[in-house]
């Protein structure tokens, strides 16, 4: 779709981006599904989806447009309204919404063109979303590197500089140099950014880069040998920026620290964290062994302890020293979970594993182990646990 297709309908979007509103002639009225119908138009402001974009939303003389797609070189608007042929009606897209994404789309245009003259890069994958924005690049970049793409992202919104879109013919063509992830040789549309990109797309772009406004790489991970980048621009930026600042006055109010003090305060916090929880898990583990100390084997001479969510090392331990007490049983170790209970059996002499099996099929449990040591969960009450067990 990047290049021009022959469609019965005029298309508006590639004549003046930031048409809104339109009048139109019904050249063609199809049911599609119950309460659905596809919509041709003599011609139409709304961008059907295509290159990695969707299709904009509105609404024509009142019923709502779900989606725009290019059907056999037609440009059809899926609504949920049919209107005669030859008819007159009035197209209005959502602005707001259309501004977003061309914002978005110029922005990556910028981002890939610098991407491109600085390291080679190439750009093999897009997806301009509901609020999300991704690029993928074919080249891994450095965290360095992410920061001065970024930086001189920016310094080309600043700059202010005109963004416009043509279809050069075949001559100017053939010697233009521009990016495309498409074999193209003719009817193609060269959107161009003086000075910092030119590139074969069939998206509506704003018309200068200062209407961008911000370009923020908000995320970038390593994917399939080169790079995937999540960007926001314009007022998706802006929103981002808005929720992670009220995030962290959040946060530093809480702590009683001024923002810029954030990083420190969590970092104190962590540390204090740290700290509550080794000390806890110090008093757990006193708790445990003054337990076992206290604890009377049952007649088959076996300690069972019945606890409350418990960390998992913890129950290993007490189960391995309460083996210890009783040498000649089992120590079993029961920590509460939402379903039943998590467990650990230790025994210095007795087999577990077959026990295990048996215990397993008869509390709906799961779990395995060796002779010496299983663990696993069980779907049973206490009572029923105990029962087992005597």
């Known amino acids: 779709m990047i290049g021009k297709s022959q469609t019965a309908t005029h298309k508006l979007y590639e004549i003046d981006s930031e048409c809104y509103a339109f009048d139109a002639r019904v050249i063609a009225c199809e049911p599609v599904d119950e309460g659905r119908y596809a919509i041709e138009l003599d011609r139409t402001a709304f961008f059907p989806e295509g290159g990695g974009q969707y299709a904009d939303p509105g609404t024509i003389s009142g019923a709502v447009v779900y989606d725009v797609q290019i059907v056999d070189d037609r440009i059809v608007h899926i609504t949920d309204a049919a209107f005669a042929v030859g008819s007159t009606v009035q197209g209005i897209l959502d602005a707001e919404e259309r501004f977003a994404r061309m914002q978005n789309h110029s922005g990556e245009h910028i981002l890939c063109g610098i991407a491109h003259a600085k390291w080679g890069a190439e750009n093999v994958g897009f997806h301009l979303g509901d609020r999300e924005m991704t690029m ?153 062994a003054v337990k076992l100390a206290a604890a009377t084997p049952d007649e088959q001479g076996n300690l069972l302890f019945f606890e409350g969510d418990m960390d998992a090392n913890i129950q290993r331990g007490m189960a391995d020293g309460g083996a210890d007490r009783v040498p000649d049983g089992i120590c079993a170790v029961f920590s509460s979970t939402e379903s039943g209970y998590r467990y650990v059996c230790v025994s210095r002499s007795k087999p577990l594993r077959a026990l295990g099996k048996d215990m397993n099929a008869q509390l709906s449990g799961r779990g395995g182990g060796s002779d010496a040591m299983i663990q696993g969960t069980l779907g049973a009450t206490k009572e029923q646990i105990e029962a087992f067990f005597a």
């Open 136 to 288: 993928d690049l074919d080249i891994p970049l450095t965290e360095e590197q992410l920061c001065e793409l970024e930086l001189a992202a920016n310094r080309a919104v600043f700059a202010n500089t005109e963004i416009h879109a043509d279809y050069p013919g075949a001559n100017t063509l053939a010697s233009l140099p521009y990016r495309s992830k498409l074999d193209l040789a003719e009817n193609v549309r060269i959107v161009t950014i003086e000075g910092v990109d030119a590139c074969a797309c069939c998206a509506p772009h704003v018309k200068r880069t200062g209407e961008i406004g911000l370009i923020k790489i908000v995320s970038a991970i390593h994917h399939k040998g080169g790079m995937r980048l999540w960007v926001l621009c314009g007022g998706w930026a802006l929103a981002d920026y808005t929720k992670k600042h009220e995030d962290i006055l959040t946060i530093t109010r809480r702590q009683s620290v001024k923002p810029w003090q954030a990083v420190e305060a969590m970092d104190k916090l962590t540390d204090d964290l740290l700290m509550i929880r080794a000390a806890l898990s110090a008093a757990k583990r006193e708790l445990c």
